[in-house]
């Protein structure tokens, strides 16, 4: 099927044919090939057919990719007269190009190095455009990074219906920013408005809407992919297909080509102030890049984003984000096997805020018949169904989530290692610190919301209860310090929270959209009057915000040290995603084992113990963490 606007074709000739060659192309592939990162060269109807097949599931691009296309092209397209234009293609299944290959980027010891390397791979791109060749691609599965950057590249791209293929410059999720020519060519593509959108989320877009928008100039079946691809490569050869113009409204050309331009950037840098309080460089970079090279010559814009490129690369945020991202994969990786046989039913037990949550994405994600189950409802005892290892892999896997394994003990891992961050909150409370305060302090270190609005969300008899049953655990000494006698007169008083209209904060049925949020008076009046005659404070504590800050994050990061020490999480890997995606560790600092690596243990140790000699024993350093300071090693390798 070949799409064009609101037309349709149906293409049947040789679609029978062409599944059958495709199949042998790649058997024969699999014996015998020249290159390490392409099948085998063909030429058909005078258009060179270059078809990326990398070693890994996932073509890659690489330093390695980077030579044998190269060599490809000197030694096999450019002599060959009778070519008239190229086509790329992937023999994968699902992935078109996913992106550069991150451990490229860790390789370079000084990573302004890389600029030269990317430069090279221009230079190599500019002398290809200037035979005049046309380049098509041909995008089945996933183009994202450097992938859509290559495509980019070309005069014109056509994507398949598949459900795999996406489009997508993701790298800001990496702490990066496109570093293959994508902060140039986008724009002149979609526009600024747009490229600014897609390169500051790192979202992907489907053909459709990449079609919509000019991204892609087709969107055909698969099985037809190959054939439209040379056919519309030959359109280009002899004028009878024309490279798609871009069509500004009256908004994108004041946006663009005046003074304006300056209040697009303004809100841009306000939204990324916004949802990243200023923790990420790669969203700044990206605009400072885009702005700064507005009406610049083509060669003098790619020097300065690979300039940025290293720049970026060379931060802490960025190493962190990769770590996230190397860590993702690093759980997934497990040996027990796979399930005797195939879950169909999932039970959950408790249909609050995260039963009821997980419930949802196994219907939605997972595709399974749930029996969701409450303390109020019928016997549970039905959905108390032994599972083991391996298929309850398989079902977050199926649930779209990134399972790790902990081992079963109370709070398991999150709640664990939040059950001392949350007392310690409370000890900051009873020292007279005040709730905003608090919250504003941890959220300004990263976290998605702070503690205080947090036990709100929750529910504070949830809270309270959550407190008191870790307090008698096997944490011992760990959930010393804290004062859980407030949050117990709230249940009494039945402030529980947004449940019930008012817990720490107040939360009128009426109030308006993006309102600010106004503390519980009553509770206000409680609290000072519990501080004034059981703790003989009067004011407000002079508590720096970053001593607020680590007082809880250190409890917090102490726990998981302590996780890892008793054997709780597999590694640290685990500790890390479980962090970031378990509980909103912020994903800038890579979870607690990734920040202490950058951060250096020696001195997270130093300063648990400043906190233990003036506040307790709750403070003493996981053995774990004195080892790795002494010896200064790291928890990632």
Known sequence: MLRTGNNVVLRQARLMSRASSTSTTAAAGSSARTYQYFDEFEVKQGVAVIRLNGPGKMNTISQGMQKEAEAIFRERVLPNKDIKAVVFLSSKPDNFIAGADIDMIKAFENKQDIKALTMKGHSFFEELKKTKLPMVAGINGVALGGGLEWALYCDYRVATTSKKTALGLPEVKLGLLPGMGGTYHLPKLVGYATAMDMMLTGKNIKPDKAKKMGLVDLVVDPVVLEDVCIRQALGLVDGSVKVGKRKRDWINYFLEETPLSSVMFKKARETVDKQSGGHYPAPYGILDVLQQNMGKSKREHLEAEAKKFCDLAETRESEALIGIFHGMNAVKKHDYGVPKQPVKKVAVLGAGLMGSGIAQVSVDQGKYTVLLKDKDGPSVSRGEKAIVAAAAMDVGTKQGKTAIFVKDVPGFFVNRCLAP??????????????????????????????????????????????????????????????????????????????????????????????????????????????????????????????????????????EAAFSLQDGIIRGPADGDIGAVFGIGFPPFLGGPFRMLDIQGVQGFVDRMYRYRDAKGEQFEPAQILKDHAKANKKFHA
């Open 421 to 558: 961050f949350m007392s310690e909150v409370t000890a900051l409370v009873t020292e007279g610190v005040n709730l905003e305060t608090l919250d504003k302090s941890l959220r300004k270190f990263g976290m998605p919301v702070g503690p205080i609005t947090l036990s709100d969300e929750v529910g504070i008899d949830v809270s309270n209860h959550v407190g008191k049953f870790m307090s008698s655990a096997d944490l011992g000494v760990r959930m010393h310090g804290g004062d859980a006698s407030l949050m117990a007169k709230m249940v009494e008083k039945g402030w529980l929270g947004r449940k019930a209209g008012k817990g720490f904060y107040l939360y009128p049925k009426d109030a308006k959209k993006g309102a600010k949020k106004q503390l519980n008076p009553e509770m206000v009046s409680m609290l000072q009057e519990y501080l004034r005659t059981e703790k003989g404070i009067t004011g407000e504590s002079k508590l720096s915000v970053e001593d607020i800050q680590w007082r809880a994050i250190s409890r917090f990061v102490n």
